[in-house]
């Protein structure tokens, strides 16, 4: 593990507290950690429950998105187009949804493990660009939803290792959505090599 991913601490669960379209930004630059493998996460979108046509929760709560109204800093994991796993960060108060969606990051450490779990992978910066790729390379699947990541109960932590997000982060509509996708809730580190496919300013 890298200097940085060594010192890093579990985030505070002030960060995530908040309304999802706040806490999103901040994400930018913390890492998720599952075992040896460290991503720094450099591109999110927010959904906003009840209120947001996009999310999960729109319709109240299911069984399937459940871990969506708990805790804030509970990691739900959802199956999407039948075939791909994806990962969010729930935050706001307890009761009420939201989440944000992980959707890229950059692989800190354990990169070679991330390699065997994305076999079809052709650059590093490949790895984790995009939420599908991002869940593969950590081997997030169901069996992750709810864990929490303040306190690694299922070995997978939200961390910081004091890289502060980015002062001007890009921000867009989010994408791969049918419904409020105009919504300006996705953030990105500018310039970043390892953002998702369609985002612009790769």
């Keep these: 593990m890298s200097t940085g991913a060594a010192a ?14 706040e806490v999103a930004p901040r994400l930018l630059n913390t890492l998720l950690v599952h075992g040896e493998r460290v991503v720094r996460i450099v591109e999110v979108e927010a959904y906003r429950g009840t209120e947001d046509p996009a999310s999960h929760a729109y319709r109240g709560p299911t069984q399937r998105n459940a ?9 739900y994991v959802y199956f999407t187009y039948g075939m791909h796993w994806c990962a969010n960060v729930v935050c706001g108060p307890e009761s ?3 989440a944000v969606l992980l959707r890229a990051g950059v692989p800190v450490a354990g990169t070679e493990a991330m390699w065997a779990a994305r076999p079809a992978a052709r650059r590093e910066r490949d790895l984790c660009s995009g939420p599908a790729k991002l ?3 950590l081997e997030l699947t169901g069996a992750f939803d709810g864990a929490d990541l303040l306190v690694g109960d299922s070995g997978v932590r939200l961390c ?7 002062a001007t982060p890009g921000i867009g ?6 419904v409020a996708a105009e919504e ?3 953030w990105w580190v500018p310039g970043d ?3 998702s496919v369609r985002t612009a300013g790769r």
């Design 173 to 178: 509509p989010r994408i791969g959505i049918r």
């Design 184 to 186: 300006p809730w996705r």
């Design 67 to 75: 871990t969506m109204f708990g805790p804030p800093g509970r990691l």
């Design 193 to 195: 090599p390892n953002l």
């Design 8 to 21: 890093a601490v579990s985030v505070s669960s002030e960060l995530l507290a908040g309304d999802p379209v």
């Design 96 to 98: 009420v949804a939201g």
């Design 160 to 166: 910081t290792d004091g890289t502060e997000p980015p």
């Design 135 to 137: 869940c593969q390379a």
